[in-house]
């Protein structure tokens, strides 16, 4: 969790700064690979690869920007903690109103995002919100 904490942390640094790309140097994690593979799924970055050389390790992150030059992504967040989680029940899931987001949940089946949590009928803890 706290190589994801990072990953989301540089993210939000980076947003602000305007870069269209972005090394991350931090060692290489399934949580980590997962939660770039559900930010391009649902469109928040064009692309990211994994470098895993000796001396270099981590993720280099392309981001998507709109057509008057903003990041797509207008906020993100770390919720979970390593003490302290927010369990989210399915049927929570099923109350959640549009534009509150997207839920990043640490499921049985791995990370998954609330509405992909929500058709696999499962619940989790609550990692990061995503607007």
């Not at 640490?106 to 509405?115: A, C, E, F, R, S």
């Amino acid at each position: 969790m706290i190589l994801l904490n990072h990953l989301i942390t540089v993210i939000k640094l980076a947003k602000k700064s305007g870069n269209k790309n972005i090394f991350i140097g931090i060692k290489s994690s399934f949580l980590c690979y997962d939660f770039l593979r559900i930010l391009l799924r649902q469109g928040f970055i064009k692309n990211f690869r994994e470098i895993k050389q000796k001396r270099k390790e981590g993720y280099v992150i392309e981001f998507r920007f709109d057509e008057r030059g903003n990041n797509i992504i207008k906020n993100i967040q770390f919720v979970a903690s390593n003490q302290v989680f927010s369990t989210v029940k399915i049927s929570a899931l099923w109350k959640k109103e549009k534009g509150q987001g997207l839920f990043i949940l640490l499921t049985p089946q791995g990370l998954l995002t609330d509405i992909e949590a929500r058709n696999s009928n499962v619940g989790g803890k609550l990692v990061s919100i995503i607007v």
